[in-house]
């Protein structure tokens, strides 16, 4: 099947995963902003999104593009500084249609946040998060930035998208015998 990689980023590590997944499978890869490609075009989709604030940060556009991408195999890769485990499924969940999460496979990884290159905004948000954050850990990594891009992280999205290339596009429904 014909597959691509769509992806949004604020601060550039999601475009590098992308980037990364692109040259791994040799898929096209379209930033969602800056790239006028039709999803619809496409057998599969991965679709590579930071977690910011709480969110997908492409939760907008998958809600723009479900007519487009309805019935066909999806992988969400999400980008954030929550490790995978519940809270940030929960982020998931809050961001995107139940049935759709339910039929996606969802590959989580853990970006890079550099005080130094955020906006004052942001950088005012997440010190004034970390002040009210429980979790020491999480607390400590908003307030002095994290880096945990890693190249082979990708492979489990990388695995799914040589299973889903090889795989036959869906048959038609055989036509009625009248
Ligand atoms: C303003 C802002 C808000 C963020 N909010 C979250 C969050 O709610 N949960 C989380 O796990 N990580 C959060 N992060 C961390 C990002 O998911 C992480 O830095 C990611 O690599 C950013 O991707 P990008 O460089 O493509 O924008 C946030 C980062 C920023 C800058």
Do not use: C
């Amino acid at each position: 099947m014909k597959g691509a990689v769509f992806y949004d980023t604020k601060y550039g590590s999601t475009a590098e995963y992308a980037g990364w997944i692109g040259e791994a499978t040799g898929l096209p890869v379209s930033n969602v902003r800056r790239d006028d490609v039709d999803p619809g075009a496409y057998d599969f989709l991965i679709l590579v999104t930071p977690v910011i604030y709480y969110k997908l940060l492409m939760a907008d556009w998958v809600q723009k593009a479900l007519p487009a991408l309805e019935g066909k195999p999806i992988v969400i890769v999400t980008v954030s500084g929550a490790p995978p485990g519940p809270k940030l499924d929960a982020w998931v969940g809050d961001s995107l249609p139940a049935d759709f999460i339910s039929n996606a496979n969802h590959v989580a990884l853990r970006g890079r946040q550099i005080p130094g290159e955020l906006s004052w905004y942001d950088r005012a948000m997440l010190l004034i998060a970390a002040w009210r954050n429980p979790d020491p850990v999480a607390s400590e990594e908003e307030r002095n930035g994290f880096d945990y891009m890693d190249k082979d992280s990708i492979a489990p999205v990388v695995e799914l998208a040589e299973e889903l290339k090889a795989r036959q596009r869906e048959a038609p429904p055989p036509a009625a015998i009248v």
